[in-house]
């Protein structure tokens, strides 16, 4: 059985999966990646598991060049390390990429999913409201306003009942990665994908209620307003005020 992350012996002739292939198919690569990802994330695959090539290709049924490229995106994220003549190794969580939106999506998916929700509200705690607070310096007139039409439209929507819908998760997704950007810092701008995930992955686990808490939209409206109003420590407050709530959420779970 060949290594994973081995190549066939020099001068062998390619396989009629590897021959004529100039890129793997994106669908068939999404799918084995997110089947291996999960299970990483998930313990299915403990640190310190072992994987080939031809494991991985037989049991996806799937060309060498696709399971390749899966590996190379893994290594990416930290998840795995490939080495001649031993394998592919499941690296510990230590050494993974835990802000990659991707990895976040996986571990949501597993049993820790409270916990890893948990952490993930934490992080938003310490950013969100310094990027409202940022945002109050820096934002301008139009993008304060779009802040505020998104913010009604959640109470329009939560109001209805709709609060675990997917217009509710699509305009609070745009209030948070507008805010971020809002910012005018690159750095915070860029954690939006993380941001999206716990949202996301929120309403998925069936945590977000249909009928959310009335401060809840007066948080929202309250950051916009005071962003509007350049006034950073109303924005700031108010923001906090926005995660408190979904971490107190949690913390009753």
Do not use: C
């Not at 301008?140 to 109470?155: F, G, K």
């Not at 209620?209 to 420590?233: C, K, M, T, Y």
Request: net charge negative; hydrophobic share 45%; proline share 6%.
């Amino acid at each position: 059985m060949t290594p994973l992350g081995s190549d066939a012996p020099s001068g062998s002739a390619p396989s009629p999966a590897q021959a004529g292939t100039t890129a793997p198919a994106p669908v068939l690569h999404n799918s084995v990646l997110e089947r291996v990802g999960t299970e990483i994330a998930q313990g299915i695959l403990p640190a310190g598991s072992v994987l080939t090539l031809a494991r991985l290709e037989e049991e996806s049924g799937v060309s060498r060049t696709v399971i390749r490229e899966v590996v190379r995106i893994l290594e990416s994220m930290g998840m795995v390390e490939s080495r001649r003549r031993v394998g592919v190794t499941v690296l510990p969580v230590s050494a993974w990429n835990v802000l990659d939106p991707q990895v976040i999506r996986w571990r949501l998916s597993g049993s820790e999913r409270v916990a890893q929700l948990n952490r993930l509200t934490e992080m938003r705690l310490a950013l969100e409201p310094t990027a409202a607070r940022l945002a109050a310096a820096r934002a301008t007139p139009e993008v304060a306003n779009e802040l505020l039409e998104l913010a009604r439209q959640l109470r329009t929507l939560g109001e209805k009942g709709e609060g675990n819908q997917q217009p509710y998760l699509d305009a609070d997704i745009a209030f948070h990665a507008l805010l971020l950007a809002a910012s005018g810092n690159d750095m915070l701008a860029s954690l939006h994908g993380i941001v999206t995930e716990v949202l996301a992955g929120r309403t998925d686990l069936g945590l977000s209620p249909a009928d959310p808490a009335p401060v809840s939209f007066d948080n929202h409206e309250g950051v916009a307003q005071a962003i509007l109003d350049r006034d950073p420590d109303a924005a700031e407050n108010y923001a906090r005020g926005v995660v408190m709530e979904v971490w107190q959420e949690l913390s009753e779970i």
